[in-house]
């Protein structure tokens, strides 16, 4: 069932156009990350969607409910929307303790005092924060600070929770374990949100939905495994992940027989093929390293190839490998401590289903 949508957003800033178009459709309960580099218009949509930005054209609604449609002269403030925003900042006042933070709301709406006090210790607990409400943010972690900032947010019980880039103050390890804490809270209360990050680990452990944001537009939607799979295009393959990008040369790709060919190099079967023969956009033939694999130099078969190897890092629990595979520089995930020499010749396979063929939106340039 539709939940929030987002049509047709536009908001410029003088001439500059940091929203264009963006359209999002969200089911109730579903977790939707906005996702892209900073200044692709991520930030300003959840502002707009939260009535801290005004656009210029399109509509929000939210459960049936139009929030803001300029055409109509339609503007709901942000405190009747209904929603709860985690900032970036936490934007916890230093002189209240914590359950004054999370309990402010709830005043300014008119609560009774019992009933305040019996939700701030249910959302505080919630959150993993129970039994703190003395004491003062200043005594608190950042990542406990983070919680406080949730628990206050879901005090107010919202039809649906912003969140804008709230972990990147964390440090590497306590934001990795925090992402799989907001994942858990969110699957566990049903809540729909919108989450934006430019992380693409973040991205990927939180979202049931991500959309992938480039200069204000959409590049691509759809289920993280989706997403890092079947990238359509160049940037969101590269946005999200390594990703190895060969020219591809359309005079030698076979798409009727399932084959393409890389520029100067061999011919691979892909499954994607058919897409060459379907678009007149420049095309590169794209695969992940953890895609390929390492095989006996005795070894034949479609997409088996030769290549010499340029370089070798090992990266803990697998070995990045650097290849030349005619003229064109490869890297490959092999698993484990993989000890090659500079120079040695190795063979290696990647199954057609891993085989993409890709739209090349970020140089322009024509395959040959």
């Not at 991520?42 to 803001?68: H, M, N, P, Y």
């Not at 959409?218 to 359509?232: K, M, N």
């Not at 079967?269 to 095989?295: H, Q």
Request: glycine share 8%; aromatic share 4%.
């Amino acid at each position: 069932m539709t939940y929030l949508v987002v049509e047709n957003l536009v908001k410029r800033f003088g001439s500059f156009v940091a929203v264009d178009r963006v359209s999002i459709t969200m089911a109730k309960g579903e977790v939707c990350t906005l996702l892209g580099p900073s200044g692709c218009g991520k930030t300003t949509t959840l502002r707009s969607i939260a009535g801290l930005e005004t656009f210029d054209s399109g509509r929000v609604s939210l459960d049936g409910v139009t929030l803001a449609d300029p055409s109509a002269g339609t503007f709901v403030p942000p405190e009747k929307r209904n929603l709860g925003m985690v900032f970036q900042s936490y934007a916890l006042w230093p002189h209240k303790t914590v359950g004054e933070n999370v309990s402010l709301g709830l005043k300014i709406a008119g609560l009774p005092a019992k009933e305040i006090t019996d939700r701030v210790a249910e959302v505080l607990t919630l959150v993993g924060m129970g039994g703190t409400e003395k004491r003062s943010p200043s005594s608190l972690s950042g990542g406990q600070q983070q919680r406080v900032a949730v628990a206050r947010a879901l005090a107010l019980q919202p039809k649906c929770l912003l969140f804008d880039e709230p972990l990147s103050n964390l440090d590497l390890l306590l934001r990795e374990r925090m992402r799989f804490e907001i994942r858990e809270l969110l699957v566990k209360l049903g809540i729909t949100a919108v989450y934006v990050t430019h992380d693409q680990t973040e991205a990927m452990v939180i979202s049931d939905h991500i959309v992938v944001m480039n200069q204000g537009k959409v590049e691509q939607e759809g289920a993280p495994t989706d997403i890092y799979t079947r990238p359509s295009n160049r940037f969101t393959a590269e946005f999200l992940g390594r990703t190895n990008l060969l020219p591809l040369d359309r005079a030698r790709s076979e798409p009727a027989t399932s084959k393409v060919a890389i520029a100067g190099g061999p011919i691979l079967k892909s499954a994607e093929a058919a897409r060459v023969s379907d678009s007149n956009e420049p095309l590169m033939i794209a695969f992940r390293p953890e895609m390929a694999r390492l095989v006996r130099t005795d070894e034949t078969g479609d997409n088996v190839m030769d290549g010499k190897v340029t370089s070798t890092s090992f990266l803990g629990s697998h070995t990045q490998v650097g290849l030349s595979l005619s003229g064109h520089e490869v890297n490959l995930l092999t698993p484990g401590h993989r000890k090659l020499a500079n120079g040695e010749s190795v063979r290696f396979a990647i199954d057609p289903a891993n085989v993409l063929v890709i739209v090349d939106n970020v140089s322009g340039s024509e395959e040959p």
